[in-house]
């Protein structure tokens, strides 16, 4: 069984702060690792992709990933109040681009 | 919203009444997926598709089918709607394919109440 970790939080972050998210996983030939953000009632939305060691910079977001330790992050610099949502890990399994997903994590950027 | 759309929205429906949720691609993609979200659980998957009349089980499969007639719809069937079966439904497409360097985007959702 293929697993996916997320602490659930909240993660309460001042406005203006870095936040720091943060998933492990359980199968090591995982090859594609991906962020999604979700606004309470909608749908994820992709932020982030990443398929190799190291950072990946995209704006205010920055993804790492370490294979050896079987751990993916997200930094998110100067969050803001928008911010605030449920985001959630996803590690692609099979040949078929599934996907994995971890609970998520919910942020709360305070103003 | 790369080209998705679930129909219905919302539904509300009986115990032991078939229910039938459609996910619609404007773009051609070859694989799309169903999974369900539910609280303390996260997105589960329950069935995917790899093509035309090409489908797959997935971590919750039991009580649901799938079908593939034409590559623009992948429908969702639950042949005996069970209350536990209550939650929010997605469909996704993969963008890409096979192997690295594919994304997942997913429809809007479907709500469905089983009472």
């Known amino acids: 069984q293929k697993e996916v970790e997320q602490n659930s939080g909240p993660l309460s972050v001042p406005e203006g702060a870095i936040a720091s998210l943060n998933c492990t996983y359980s199968d090591r030939g995982s090859q594609s690792f991906f962020w999604y953000r979700q606004y309470s009632g909608k749908s994820p939305e992709l932020i982030m992709s990443i398929y190799s060691n190291g950072d990946k910079e995209d704006g205010r977001f920055t993804a790492q990933l370490n294979k050896a330790s079987q751990y993916v992050s997200l930094l998110i610099r100067d969050s803001q109040p928008s911010d605030s949502a449920t985001y959630l890990c996803a590690v692609e399994g099979s040949g078929y681009s599934t996907l994995t997903f971890g609970k998520g994590t919910m942020l709360l950027v305070s103003p | 919203d790369a080209g998705i759309t679930q129909s219905p929205r919302h539904k509300v429906t009986e115990t032991g009444t078939p229910v039938t949720l459609r996910c619609h691609q404007t773009?051609?993609?070859?694989?799309m997926y169903w999974y369900r979200q539910d609280p303390g659980h996260g997105l589960r998957l329950i069935h995917y598709?790899?093509?035309?009349?090409?489908?797959d089980k997935g971590e919750v499969s039991d009580g649901y089918s799938v079908s593939r007639s034409k590559t623009e719809d992948f429908l969702l069937t639950l042949e005996s709607a069970t209350s536990s079966q209550t939650s929010v439904y997605f469909c996704?497409?993969?963008?890409?394919?096979?192997?690295?360097?594919?994304?997942?985007?997913f429809g809007q959702g479907t709500r469905l109440t089983v009472v």
């Open positions: 996704a497409i993969s963008v890409g394919g096979e192997g690295m360097n594919t994304e997942a985007f």
């Open positions: 773009e051609n993609h070859r694989y």
């Open positions: 598709s790899y093509g035309v009349k090409d489908t």
